[in-house]
C-alpha cells in the first residue's frame, strides 16, 4: 500500500465530514460522494450535545475543537430543561450542554464542517460501498442508513421509531429545552423543543414501533393534549432505526455514524456519536489503528444508553410522573446537575446488575457482544 491510502467516503453527513476532516489533518485527501446536492437534511432542526450524557468532558464544544479539531460553533448555550410527565413538571438549570442547527442553512453542523473541507465534495453522486471497496485502499461507510451493516450481517436492530417534527413560530428562550414523556402520544418514545431563537424552534415527537400515519395521528394528539401554542411552519416525518453493530469494520471498509451504529438511543441527538466515530475512523486509517479497538469506549456508553433505554421502555405515565418529580428535587439535583460525577455511567451499571440480578423471574432482552 502506498504511504498515503487512496480513501472513499461515502456520505458527507456529520460523521462522513468529520472522518475526511481527521484525514485530511494527516496529510490524506479522501473522495467524498454524497447523493444530495448538498449537505445536510433538507428540512432544519436543532440537536444538543447534553454535558451529562458525556460526561467526564465538562465543556463538549470545547472537547470537540480541542481533542477531535473540530471547531464547531454552537447555536446557544443549554441552561435549562422543563420536563413534562402527565401529572407533573420539573425545571433543571445549570450548564447542561449546547444546542447546535442541524439541516443545510448556513450556521449548521453540516455546513460549517463542510466549509473547513479542501478536498471537492462529489454531490449528486450516488456511490455504492462494495464497487468502492475494490477499487479504494479504505472505504468510509458514512452514509446513515444501516445497509451495509444489515448485507455485512453485523447488525441488530434495537429500536424502531417514527420521528415527526416541525419547525414551529411562538415565543422562546434559546436557553431552554422542553421536553415531554406521555405514553398515549409518544408511547415509550418522547417529545422535545429546541428553539433556533427567539421566534422559532424545533419540535420534535419520537414514537416508537410506529409508522407514519400513526406518527401523524400521535402528532395530533400531542399537540390537543398538551395545548401548545405555536403555529406550525415547515414539517417532516421520518422512519429512525437505532441498532447495534459489531464489528464496525470489516476488511477495508469502515462504518461509522448512523451505518455503524454509532447513535445515542436514550434522550441524545446522534451528534457526538457520529462526530466522534468519524474522527476515530480518520484516525485508524491515518494511524493504521484498528478501528474496531479505537471505537470500544463509544460502544461501552452506547450500551450504557441501551440500559436507560430499556428502563424508558418499561416505564408508565405514573413513573414518568414520579421520575420528572425526583429529576428536579433539590438533593438530586444537586447531585446530577450540579457535580461533575459520571452519573449516566454509574445509573447505567446499577441498572444492569439489577437486570442481572432479576434476570431468572422476567424476560430479558438478548444481551449485545461485549464491545
Ligand atoms: C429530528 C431528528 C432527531 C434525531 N434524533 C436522534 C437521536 O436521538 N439519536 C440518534 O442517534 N440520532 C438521531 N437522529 C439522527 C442523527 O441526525 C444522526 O444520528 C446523525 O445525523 C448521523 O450522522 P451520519 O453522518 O451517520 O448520517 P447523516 O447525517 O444522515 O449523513 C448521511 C449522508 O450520506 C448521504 N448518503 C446516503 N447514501 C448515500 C450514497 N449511497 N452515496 C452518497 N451519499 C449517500 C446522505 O444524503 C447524507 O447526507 C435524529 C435525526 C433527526 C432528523
Not at 447488525?155 to 422562546?172: C, K, M, N, Y
Request: proline share 6%; charged share 20%; with cysteine.
Amino acid at each position: 500500500m502506498n504511504a498515503r491510502p487512496r480513501v472513499a467516503v461515502i456520505g458527507a453527513g456529520i460523521s462522513g465530514l468529520a472522518c475526511a476532516l481527521t484525514l485530511e489533518r494527516h496529510g490524506i485527501f479522501p473522495d467524498i460522494f454524497e447523493q444530495r446536492h448538498r449537505s445536510g437534511e433538507t428540512f432544519p432542526h436543532v440537536g444538543g450535545i447534553l454535558q451529562l450524557l458525556n460526561r467526564p468532558v465538562k465543556d463538549q464544544v470545547a472537547y470537540l475543537h480541542q481533542k477531535l479539531g473540530l471547531p464547531i460553533r454552537p447555536l446557544a448555550r443549554l441552561q435549562k430543561v422543563v420536563m413534562h410527565a402527565p401529572n407533573a413538571s420539573g425545571t433543571v438549570t445549570g450548564n447542561l450542554g449546547y444546542l447546535f442547527l442541524r439541516g443545510q442553512d448556513e450556521g449548521s453542523v453540516e455546513s460549517q464542517l463542510s466549509s473547513l473541507l479542501q478536498s471537492p465534495v462529489r454531490y449528486n453522486c450516488r456511490a455504492d460501498w462494495r464497487e468502492l471497496s475494490g477499487k479504494y485502499d479504505f472505504v468510509v461507510v458514512a452514509d446513515g442508513t444501516d445497509q451495509a451493516p444489515r448485507t455485512l450481517g453485523l447488525w441488530q436492530e434495537i429500536i424502531s421509531t417514527w420521528v415527526r417534527g416541525a419547525a414551529v413560530l411562538g415565543d422562546f428562550d434559546p436557553h431552554t429545552l422542553l421536553m415531554w414523556l406521555n405514553t398515549s402520544y409518544c408511547r415509550h418514545g418522547y417529545a422535545y423543543l429546541t428553539p433556533f431563537s427567539r421566534r422559532r424552534a424545533s419540535l420534535v415527537l419520537i414514537v416508537t414501533d410506529s409508522n407514519a400515519d400513526e406518527a401523524e395521528e400521535m402528532w395530533r394528539l400531542f399537540w390537543k393534549v398538551e395545548k401548545l401554542p405555536y403555529q406550525e411552519v415547515e414539517s417532516f416525518s421520518l422512519p429512525h432505526t437505532s441498532g447495534y453493530c459489531y464489528p464496525p469494520q470489516v476488511g477495508n471498509v469502515l462504518l461509522v455514524g448512523n451505518a455503524g451504529g454509532f447513535m445515542e438511543p436514550f434522550l441524545g441527538f446522534g451528534l457526538m456519536g457520529a462526530l466522534k466515530s468519524g474522527f476515530l475512523a480518520g484516525l485508524a486509517i491515518a494511524q493504521g489503528t484498528p478501528y474496531t479497538a479505537l471505537t470500544a469506549g463509544l460502544r461501552r456508553q452506547i450500551l450504557q444508553a441501551l440500559s436507560y433505554r430499556r428502563l424508558l421502555n418499561s416505564l408508565s405515565d405514573a413513573h414518568f410522573n414520579v421520575l420528572v418529580k425526583l429529576l428536579a428535587a433539590p438533593p438530586l439535583k444537586q447531585l446530577i446537575y450540579h457535580t461533575n460525577i459520571d452519573i449516566f455511567k454509574y445509573g447505567a451499571l446499577t441498572l444492569d446488575l439489577i437486570e442481572r440480578l432479576t434476570q431468572k423471574i422476567r424476560p430479558r432482552n438478548r444481551r449485545m457482544p461485549v464491545p
